[in-house]
């Protein structure tokens, strides 16, 4: 074993991970603030925000971002602070799965345009 490296048990998780898988949500939280704005305007630029896919798109965006801000990233910084008995990261995983499907949905949406008349 490697000087200075505790011994774990097995499937005990690594604080110092944990932590920079927090750092790492938070900023990508903040820069995908960028997203929608860019959307957004490319949007308008294109004359196509009455078109129902990007209607679509922009609320699944919307509440992706909630799910992050509101529900993920507290709950990471509350686990990191009180860990439990494993219950409240079995319920975060399945809100970063929810997050990861709704992105994933986006995703086809701006992939495959349904509804669109521009080729």
């Not at 011994?7 to 995908?32: D, F, K, M, Q, S």
């Not at 957004?40 to 919307?62: K, N, P």
Request: proline share 5%; net charge positive; glycine share 12%.
């Amino acid at each position: 074993m490697p000087a200075g490296r505790a011994a774990r048990r097995p499937g005990e998780r690594n604080v110092g991970v944990a932590r920079l898988l927090h750092r790492i949500t938070r900023g990508y939280g903040i820069a995908a603030l960028v997203v929608p704005v860019v959307g957004i305007a490319l949007a308008l630029v294109q004359g196509r925000m009455g078109e129902v896919w990007i209607t679509v798109a922009m609320v699944l965006t919307a509440v992706a971002g909630g799910i992050l801000a509101l529900q993920i990233a507290p709950r990471q910084r509350d686990a990191l602070a009180t860990p439990g008995d494993g219950r409240q990261l079995r319920r975060l995983g399945m809100l970063a799965g929810v997050f990861n499907l709704l992105w994933a949905v986006v995703v086809v949406l701006m992939i495959v345009r349904p509804g669109s008349d521009y080729s």
